[in-house]
């Protein structure tokens, strides 16, 4: 019987793997066979110690350091991969930020970078890897990280929901123009996930907590696990009629309003 999530045939770069989120995707992507590209900016020492401590599987792991919001950076770190790997067969647009301020109290320069790391960096990346998959007519797919906030305005983090409809809209308009090329693109839009920022402000500010548990209908803060295995559906051949779809995996956050 073939396994349908076996990912030995597949090499997939995910930018901002080296994060908290992220790399659990690596480590989960690995162990069902993919050869995986990470990409992030910290030096390569760290991203090792990082994938070490994530016990990521490094035989089918390598690290390509590049600033993504740069178009040359992005594209020799395409170069380097297709020389290590080859052209991969799943790129993901993963890499993000988040501040909290108070909607009329953002600072613009906090703006204009969480612009540039969400969505500049995921256009950037997205057309590399598409003009590529049609210079060598191969398929591709494209898979963005957005939130279940892309529809729904959570207080204080008003540009980062920008940024997320933005990616929805972005891979929704990847998907329609490339189809005929069979270059797909999905989204996967988490909840409240258990780590960064979300976990230290429900772990010490119990306003906050009291505000996000309303807001989960499962009540619990999302594991970065089931991102991942919202990323290994995706990759996998499960989903290979998909293109233009939003996964949810958000634990109902996205509902109805439940924060008031």
């Given at each position: 019987?073939?396994?349908?999530?076996?990912?030995?045939?597949?090499?997939?770069?995910?930018?901002?793997?080296?994060?908290?989120?992220?790399r659990?995707?690596?480590?989960?992507l690995?162990?069902?066979?993919?050869?995986v590209?990470?990409n992030?900016?910290?030096?390569?020492?760290?991203?090792?110690?990082?994938?070490?401590?994530?016990?990521?599987?490094?035989?089918?792991?390598?690290?390509?350091?590049?600033?993504?919001t740069?178009?040359?950076?992005?594209?020799?770190?395409?170069?380097?991969?297709?020389?290590?790997?080859?052209?991969?067969?799943v790129?993901?647009?993963?890499?993000g930020m988040?501040?909290?301020?108070?909607?009329?109290?953002?600072?613009?320069?906090?703006?204009?970078?969480l612009?540039?790391?969400?969505?500049?960096?995921?256009?950037?990346?997205?057309?590399?890897?598409?003009?590529?998959?049609?210079?060598?007519?191969?398929?591709?797919?494209?898979?963005?990280?957005?939130?279940?906030?892309?529809d729904v305005?959570?207080?204080?983090?008003t540009?980062?929901n920008?940024?997320?409809?933005?990616?929805?809209?972005?891979?929704?308009g990847?998907a329609?123009?490339?189809?005929?090329?069979?270059?797909?693109?999905?989204?996967?839009?988490?909840?409240?996930?258990?780590?960064?920022?979300?976990?230290?402000q429900?772990?010490?500010?119990?306003?906050?907590?009291?505000?996000?548990?309303?807001?989960?209908?499962?009540?619990?803060?999302?594991?970065?696990?089931?991102?991942?295995?919202?990323?290994?559906?995706?990759?996998?051949?499960?989903?290979?009629y998909?293109?233009?779809?939003?996964?949810?995996?958000?634990?109902?956050?996205?509902?109805?309003?439940?924060?008031?």
């Amino acid at each position: 019987m073939e396994n349908l999530l076996d990912l030995s045939e597949k090499i997939i770069l995910i930018t901002g793997g080296c994060g908290a989120i992220g790399r659990v995707v690596v480590r989960v992507l690995a162990e069902h066979g993919a050869t995986v590209a990470v990409n992030d900016i910290i030096a390569d020492e760290q991203a090792e110690q990082i994938l070490a401590e994530a016990q990521v599987d490094q035989a089918r792991v390598a690290y390509f350091q590049a600033n993504v919001t740069d178009s040359g950076d992005v594209r020799y770190m395409f170069d380097r991969l297709e020389t290590r790997f080859g052209l991969p067969d799943v790129v993901c647009c993963h890499v993000g930020m988040v501040d909290a301020y108070p909607v009329d109290q953002y600072p613009l320069d906090r703006f204009d970078t969480l612009m540039a790391v969400n969505l500049r960096s995921a256009f950037v990346v997205s057309q590399a890897a598409s003009q590529r998959w049609q210079a060598r007519q191969k398929a591709g797919q494209l898979i963005y990280t957005t939130s279940w906030v892309q529809d729904v305005p959570w207080p204080e983090i008003t540009p980062y929901n920008i940024s997320k409809a933005g990616l929805k809209t972005m891979m929704r308009g990847f998907a329609r123009e490339l189809a005929p090329h069979n270059i797909r693109a999905n989204a996967i839009a988490p909840g409240i996930v258990g780590v960064g920022m979300a976990k230290h402000q429900w772990d010490t500010d119990p306003s906050y907590q009291a505000r996000a548990r309303k807001a989960i209908p499962l009540g619990q803060m999302q594991s970065p696990q089931s991102v991942a295995h919202a990323f290994l559906f995706l990759c996998s051949n499960m989903a290979s009629y998909m293109t233009g779809s939003v996964l949810l995996v958000d634990g109902g956050c996205s509902l109805y309003p439940m924060d008031e």
